[in-house]
């Protein structure tokens, strides 16, 4: 046996295939495991990020720069410290 014929012995297309019902093997540039194929059944989220007038809760003339200036950024920090480290009997507190 030369070193050609010993070469493709076991490869005799040059071609993978598939152990499984003798398939071959597709390769795709950048097509690694997406969400969908860890969980195929999962809640279509799209539906809630549609941009439209309609979903706007504060309506079109709110403007929300105005309304973070009127903000008290002191007290709302200290709210938010409060929350995350007072633990209530039905929420454990993570933080401090």
């Not at 003798?22 to 969400?35: H, I, V």
Request: glycine share 8%.
């Amino acid at each position: 046996m030369t070193d050609d014929q010993s070469r493709n012995t076991y490869n005799v297309n040059n071609e993978s295939k598939c152990p499984f019902l003798g398939g071959s093997l597709k390769k795709s540039a950048g097509g690694g495991t997406r969400n969908t194929d860890w969980w195929p059944n999962q809640l279509n989220l799209s539906i809630l990020r549609q941009h439209s007038a309609l979903s706007n809760p504060m309506g079109a003339d709110f403007d929300y720069k105005k309304a973070f200036e009127s903000l008290d950024y002191a007290a709302l920090k200290e709210d938010i410290n409060k929350l995350m480290t007072d633990s209530q009997e039905w929420w454990p507190a993570d933080y401090g």
